[in-house]
C-alpha cells in the first residue's frame, strides 16, 4: 500500500485555521510561532483572529496555509507518524513548498520568508485589474487549451491549472479571460466563471514575479527531501536540490498540473492520499481524478488522531 501526502494551495484559508491543533499540540504551535518569528510579525493572530478579507491577500494566504499544513504535519508527528509513511508528498500551487518543507527539503523560517516574497511578487507582478482567472467547469484540459488560445488575440490567456477532468483554471489578461469564459460556454462548458483573485497567477504575465522568486531562491539552503516531492510543473516526482530550485522559479508562470500529478501518483502505486492542512478541495480533485484513490482531510486535532492510527 502506498500513500501520498498532499498539501492544499490558495483559497482554502479560513479565519481560525489550526488553532485547535496548536492548543492540542504544542509541537503545532511551536510552526505558528517560528512562522511569527521569521516574518517579525503576528501571522498567528491573523490567521486566528483576522478578517478573513486580510487573511486572503495573497502574501498573508501562502505562509499562513503552509504554517496551517506543518501546524498538522508536526501533530502527526506526536503522534508517532514520521514522514516515511507516506511514499510522496505533493502540493498545490503554494502548497508544494509545504510538501518541501514537510519533507525537510527546505526549513520552515526559510518557507515562510519564500512564501511571503512570492506571494508579494506574485501581487506586484501585474497591476490590478489588468489581469484576471476564470474557471472553466465541464471541460477538459485540451478543450480548455483551445479556448485559451483561441481567446488570446495576441494578449496572454493560458491553462494555469488543470485541477481535475472537468476543471480547468485560465489566466491572463482580463480581456482574454472573459472571451474564454464566453468561448468556452459555445463550446459547451457547464460553467464558466471569474474567480474572485487578485492577481492573474501561473502564466506568462507573471514572469516578474519568478524572476524576483530565482532570486530569493537563489540565498536559501535546499536539501534533497526525505520523501520524493512530485512536482506541478512535472507532473512527476523529484529530489535533486538544484531541479527544485529551478522548478520552483518555472512553476510562477507554469501550469500546476494536478490532475496529471495525481494520475503519476496513482500510476506509482498510491491508493492512498491524505490532504493535510486547511480545507478538503484537494480530497474533492483527487476523487474526480481516481475514484480508486481513498482521500482524508487532517486539519483538526480529531483528524490528527484518526490518521495516526492508520499511519502510524
Given at each position: 500500500?502506498?500513500?501520498?501526502?498532499?498539501?492544499?494551495?490558495?483559497?482554502?484559508?479560513?479565519?481560525?485555521?489550526?488553532?485547535?491543533?496548536?492548543?492540542?499540540?504544542?509541537?503545532?504551535?511551536?510552526?505558528?510561532?517560528?512562522?511569527?518569528?521569521?516574518?517579525?510579525?503576528?501571522?498567528?493572530?491573523?490567521?486566528?483572529?483576522?478578517?478573513?478579507?486580510?487573511?486572503?491577500?495573497?502574501?498573508?494566504?501562502?505562509?499562513?496555509?503552509?504554517?496551517?499544513?506543518?501546524?498538522?504535519?508536526?501533530?502527526?508527528?506526536?503522534?508517532?507518524?514520521?514522514?516515511?509513511?507516506?511514499?510522496?508528498?505533493?502540493?498545490?500551487?503554494?502548497?508544494?513548498?509545504?510538501?518541501?518543507?514537510?519533507?525537510?527539503?527546505?526549513?520552515?523560517?526559510?518557507?515562510?520568508?519564500?512564501?511571503?516574497?512570492?506571494?508579494?511578487?506574485?501581487?506586484?507582478?501585474?497591476?490590478?485589474?489588468?489581469?484576471?482567472?476564470?474557471?472553466?467547469?465541464?471541460?477538459?484540459?485540451?478543450?480548455?487549451?483551445?479556448?485559451?488560445?483561441?481567446?488570446?488575440?495576441?494578449?496572454?490567456?493560458?491553462?494555469?491549472?488543470?485541477?481535475?477532468?472537468?476543471?480547468?483554471?485560465?489566466?491572463?489578461?482580463?480581456?482574454?479571460?472573459?472571451?474564454?469564459?464566453?468561448?468556452?460556454?459555445?463550446?459547451?462548458?457547464?460553467?464558466?466563471?471569474?474567480?474572485?483573485v487578485s492577481a492573474p497567477f501561473h502564466c506568462a504575465?507573471?514572469?516578474?514575479?519568478?524572476?524576483?522568486?530565482?532570486?530569493?531562491?537563489?540565498?536559501?539552503?535546499?536539501?534533497?527531501?526525505?520523501?520524493?516531492?512530485?512536482?506541478?510543473?512535472?507532473?512527476?516526482?523529484?529530489?535533486?536540490?538544484?531541479?527544485?530550485?529551478?522548478?520552483?522559479?518555472?512553476?510562477?508562470?507554469?501550469?500546476?498540473?494536478?490532475?496529471?500529478?495525481?494520475?503519476?501518483?496513482?500510476?506509482?502505486?498510491?491508493?492512498?492520499?491524505?490532504?493535510?492542512?486547511?480545507?478538503?478541495?484537494?480530497?474533492?480533485?483527487?476523487?474526480?481524478?481516481?475514484?480508486?484513490i481513498a482521500c482524508t482531510a487532517v486539519g483538526t486535532?480529531?483528524?490528527?488522531?484518526?490518521?495516526?492510527?492508520?499511519?502510524?
Amino acid at each position: 500500500m502506498s500513500r501520498a501526502l498532499v498539501f492544499p494551495g490558495q483559497g482554502a484559508q479560513t479565519i481560525g485555521m489550526g488553532k485547535a491543533l496548536a492548543e492540542a499540540y504544542p509541537a503545532a504551535k511551536a510552526v505558528f510561532d517560528e512562522v511569527d518569528e521569521a516574518l517579525g510579525e503576528s501571522l498567528s493572530g491573523l490567521i486566528w483572529e483576522g478578517e478573513q478579507d486580510t487573511l486572503t491577500l495573497t502574501q498573508n494566504a501562502q505562509p499562513a496555509l503552509m504554517a496551517t499544513s506543518l501546524a498538522a504535519v508536526k501533530a502527526l508527528e506526536s503522534e508517532g507518524v514520521t514522514m516515511d509513511a507516506a511514499s510522496f508528498v505533493a502540493g498545490h500551487s503554494l502548497g508544494e513548498y509545504s510538501a518541501l518543507a514537510a519533507a525537510g527539503a527546505l526549513s520552515i523560517s526559510d518557507t515562510a520568508r519564500l512564501l511571503r516574497t512570492r506571494g508579494e511578487a506574485m501581487q506586484a507582478a501585474v497591476p490590478v485589474g489588468v489581469g484576471a482567472m476564470a474557471a472553466l467547469l465541464g471541460l477538459d484540459f485540451q478543450a480548455a487549451t483551445e479556448v485559451a488560445e483561441a481567446a488570446a488575440e495576441g494578449e496572454v490567456c493560458q491553462a494555469a491549472n488543470d485541477n481535475d477532468p472537468g476543471q480547468v483554471v485560465v489566466s491572463g489578461h482580463k480581456a482574454a479571460v472573459e472571451r474564454a469564459v464566453e468561448l468556452a460556454k459555445e463550446r459547451g462548458a457547464k460553467r464558466a466563471v471569474l474567480l474572485p483573485v487578485s492577481a492573474p497567477f501561473h502564466c506568462a504575465l507573471m514572469q516578474p514575479a519568478a524572476e524576483v522568486m530565482a532570486e530569493a531562491l537563489s540565498h536559501v539552503d535546499i536539501a534533497a527531501p526525505s520523501v520524493p516531492v512530485v512536482a506541478n510543473v512535472l507532473a512527476s516526482s523529484v529530489v535533486n536540490p538544484a531541479t527544485i530550485r529551478s522548478l520552483l522559479v518555472d512553476q510562477v508562470t507554469g501550469s500546476v498540473r494536478w490532475r496529471e500529478s495525481v494520475a503519476w501518483m496513482a500510476g506509482e502505486g498510491v491508493t492512498e492520499i491524505y490532504e493535510i492542512g486547511a480545507g478538503k478541495a484537494l480530497s474533492g480533485m483527487v476523487r474526480r481524478i481516481d475514484r480508486s484513490i481513498a482521500c482524508t482531510a487532517v486539519g483538526t486535532p480529531e483528524d490528527v488522531k484518526a490518521a495516526a492510527e492508520k499511519l502510524a
